[in-house]
């Protein structure tokens, strides 16, 4: 279980982050209830987690 994300995770924010694969920088809903995917190369992104979005990428800024 890696736990890079310091941002916290508030519910109804989008997020701006960028794919550790192909650097392309993308907006993924907070709080996603599926699986969220690089659009660029298909790396996942987000994946759910009970409610909350699990956040695998690199968080660059949280949108309000
Ligand atoms: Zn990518």
Same mark, same amino acid.
């Given at each position: 279980?890696?736990? +890079?994300?310091?941002?916290?995770?508030?519910?109804?924010?989008?997020? @701006?982050?960028?794919?550790?694969?192909? @650097?392309?920088?993308?907006?993924?809903? *907070?709080?996603?209830?599926?699986t969220?995917?690089?659009? +660029?190369?298909?790396e996942?992104l987000?994946?759910?987690t *009970?409610?909350?979005?699990?956040?695998?990428?690199?968080?660059?800024?949280?949108?309000?």
């Amino acid at each position: 279980m890696v736990k +890079e994300a310091k941002v916290p995770m508030p519910k109804s924010r989008f997020l @701006k982050v960028k794919c550790p694969k192909c @650097k392309n920088e993308q907006v993924v809903f *907070g709080c996603a209830t599926t699986t969220v995917e690089c659009k +660029e190369c298909g790396e996942k992104l987000s994946v759910p987690t *009970g409610g909350k979005s699990n956040v695998i990428a690199k968080v660059l800024q949280v949108l309000s």
